[in-house]
């Protein structure tokens, strides 16, 4: 990132960058472990799993649907 910011010229994008930070900020304080969310090498990291979790399936669509419609 330090090479990067000694361009003047380059552009981050920010939310990817604030996202990475939230979920190690998260990851420490919350768990006490160390996240790995700016190592793009790490095939595990907080951030990718917390991704996961949240990613739906067609399990989670249909327990939506029938808590959602049901009467």
Do not use: W
């Amino acid at each position: 990132m330090d090479r990067k910011l000694s361009n003047k010229e380059t552009e981050f994008e920010l939310k990817s960058l604030f996202s990475k930070y939230s979920a190690q900020v998260v990851a420490v304080a919350g768990f006490g472990i160390d996240g790995y969310c700016f190592h793009d090498d790490k095939k595990v990291s907080f951030r990718k799993l917390g991704q996961a979790i949240f990613k739906p399936n067609e399990v989670q669509l249909c327990s939506f649907s029938y808590f959602s419609f049901r009467r």
